[in-house]
C-alpha cells in the first residue's frame, strides 16, 4: 500500500465590483517568469474551511473585507501532466465567487509585501482573456457566472437540506 498523496490545497477569489474583476499584478521576468495576473487568495491551512480560508486570504493579500458566495470550480495541477510548469507539487486551486461587505473597493499590498507584486487592477470583465492570467481560468470564471450553483458541498450546505 503506497502513502497517501501530499497535495496542496488554495483557495482564489472571483471579487466582481460594477462589471470588473479584482486581479493581483505580479512581474516575475528577473526569475525567467513574466508579467502575469492572479486571482487574489493563496494556501489554506490544514483544517480550515475553504470559505474561511478564501476571506481570510483575500484579506492578507488586500485588505478588503469579503464573503465567499459560492465555490464556482476547481484547478487541479498535477506536475506530471503539465511539464512542472507550476512547480513539482500537486495542488489543487478552489476558486469562489465573492463579495466586498464593507463598501471598501480599494486594495492594499500584504505585509509583507509579496516581492513580485507590483499592484492591482480592477480590470473590465470584457478585458479577462486578453491578459495572462495564471492559471488561464478565464473560460471557467465566465460559464461559472451564468451558472448559480454552488458546487461545493460542506457543512453549512448538508444543515440547509436537513
Given amino acids: 500500500m503506497s502513502d497517501l498523496p501530499s497535495i496542496s490545497v488554495s483557495v482564489k477569489a472571483a471579487i466582481i465590483h ?4 479584482l486581479l493581483l499584478s505580479y512581474d516575475d521576468s528577473a526569475d525567467g517568469g513574466c508579467f502575469h495576473y492572479n486571482l487574489p487568495g493563496g494556501k489554506a491551512i490544514e483544517g ?22 459560492r465555490e464556482m470550480f476547481v484547478v487541479e495541477y498535477v506536475p506530471g501532466q503539465f511539464g512542472k510548469d507550476l512547480g513539482p507539487q500537486h495542488k489543487t486551486q478552489h476558486n469562489f ?4 461587505t464593507d463598501g471598501r473597493t480599494t486594495p492594499r499590498f500584504s505585509d509583507p509585501r509579496d516581492p513580485i507584486q ?5 480590470l473590465p470583465l470584457a ?23 454552488d ?3 460542506d457543512r453549512a450546505q448538508t444543515e440547509t437540506t436537513r
Avoid: C, N, S, Y
Fill in 18 to 21: 460594477q462589471d470588473r474583476i
Fill in 97 to 100: 465567487l465573492a463579495e466586498i
Fill in 151 to 153: 458546487v461545493l458541498v
Fill in 48 to 69: 480550515e474551511p475553504l470559505r474561511e480560508a478564501v476571506v481570510r486570504k483575500v484579506h492578507q493579500e488586500t485588505g478588503l473585507a469579503v464573503r465567499a458566495v
Fill in 118 to 122: 507590483v499592484g492591482f487592477a480592477w
Fill in 127 to 149: 478585458e479577462l482573456t486578453t491578459v495572462t492570467l495564471i492559471p488561464q481560468v478565464a473560460p471557467a470564471i465566465f460559464a461559472a457566472l451564468t451558472d448559480t450553483r
